[in-house]
């Protein structure tokens, strides 16, 4: 839009255009002899509202009825066009088309540089408004991981002081608890692994024994088992790996041996996340770290819990176990057994034997124990079902016999 603040310039548009009124006045026609016609200015708002091309048009238009007026009036229309007033309208309507159109025609030009304008800030505008939700909500995002990370430093500090215990059993079911509790596995099992590294046997289980059977064999799934020991970290199962495979398993070391294995076949998927695998490392770190020196403990203290040179348990300690296992029965559901034979007063010498004899026919996590004052030679039977132990007390009763005959 023009746009002028020197008052010089003005004055001097205006001595210039009288001028030249006065000229066209004095020299082409005079104005006084015009009267007001309705038609301009109906020529100037057609003009200005549409521009030049229909400003001309309405012009046409206009000069065409007065020419039919004229026909129709039985004038001449060569004089009426050539030598009357028709040529002095002629270029007044066709001037006010003209002059008029220029201004529709500069103003909507500014009007559509001005709504290019506004478009332009309205994309910057809605662009800043999704960069502000966009900031929004990475603020919120990045408050929950700081909550996150305050909670898990909570969190490991409860886990620690909940593994925090002087007994193996006892820590081993703490681990369960710690796994559904801290980390949402519904289903998962720790086993035991047998030096033989051919067998896992259950210590304490949390779902149906179906997906966690009370032994659990390498061969049943020998690539999944057989990748996870030699990574020795957290193995997720492939789609390669067999159908026996779990969804999850993880290792605890002791002494930087696999000792037991985690089993894990239901979990939150968004656990398997890259932040939710990070925390589960560090968690069987953590774990395995705590093993470590609850079992230095236990070991330091199992010397006083067996007879000389054996692993034959006092009675003592062997009620301890007991109480333990009465435990995971409520609350794992992981059941089990005991058998237990009378004999001779039995000394030192002879318990060694016993026990080097039933060894052959026992697994690593059954216990023997010997009650001096009532001569009983007791052998618990972790995770094992009362259906099956029938069959295991037959061929234990041959190998006591024997020994003792």
Not at 84 to 113: K, M, P, Q, V, W
Request: aromatic share 10%.
């Amino acid at each position: 839009m023009y746009n002028n603040n020197k008052s010089w310039i003005k004055w001097s548009e205006l001595l210039v255009v009288s001028t030249i009124l006065y000229i066209i006045e004095l020299f082409v026609f005079s104005f006084s002899e015009l009267s007001a016609s309705p038609y301009a200015i109906l020529v100037l708002l057609i003009g200005i509202r549409y521009g030049i091309l229909y400003g001309l048009f309405i012009s046409g238009i206009i000069l065409s009825l007065h020419i039919v007026n004229a026909w129709s009036g039985n004038e001449d229309i060569y004089s009426f066009i050539f030598f009357g007033n028709f040529s002095i309208f002629a270029i007044i309507y066709l001037l006010t088309a003209y002059i008029s159109g220029i201004y529709a025609t500069r103003y909507r030009e500014r009007y559509e540089d001005k709504e290019a304008e506004r478009e332009e800030l309205q994309v910057q505008l809605e662009q800043a408004v999704t960069t502000l939700y966009t900031v929004n909500e990475t603020n919120d995002l990045l408050e929950k991981k700081v909550l996150a990370s305050e909670m898990t430093m909570v969190n490991v500090y409860k886990m620690l002081q909940a593994l925090d215990q002087d007994h193996v059993e006892m820590f081993i079911n703490e681990v369960a608890k710690t796994l559904e509790t801290y980390y949402g596995a519904k289903t998962l099992g720790v086993y035991h692994v047998d030096q033989s590294l051919r067998a896992l046997r259950v210590k304490v289980r949390k779902g149906e024994e179906k997906l966690l059977p009370q032994t659990i064999f390498i061969d049943s799934a020998p690539m999944f088992y057989e990748r996870l020991i030699k990574d020795e970290s957290i193995t997720i199962r492939r789609i390669t790996d067999e159908e026996n495979a779990p969804l999850l398993a993880a290792p605890i070391k002791i002494n930087n041996q696999i000792r037991q294995i985690i089993v894990i076949q239901e979990l939150d998927l968004s656990r398997l996340s890259n932040e939710g695998l990070s925390m589960l490392h560090m968690l069987i770190e953590i774990i395995s770290e705590q093993l470590t020196k609850t079992w230095h403990k236990s070991e330091q203290q199992e010397q006083q819990q067996y007879y000389q040179h054996t692993k034959v348990f006092k009675p003592s300690s062997f009620k301890e176990r007991i109480e333990i296992e009465k435990a995971r029965l409520i609350e794992f559901q992981v059941p089990y057994c005991y058998v237990h034979f009378k004999t001779k007063p039995l000394a030192n010498p002879d318990l060694q034997i016993l026990e080097t004899s039933l060894r052959k026919y026992l697994r690593e996590i059954d216990l023997v124990a010997y009650y001096p004052r009532s001569n009983n030679l007791i052998i618990l039977l972790p995770g094992t079902s009362k259906e099956h132990v029938k069959v295991i007390e037959d061929r234990l009763q041959q190998v006591v016999m024997g020994v003792l005959n």
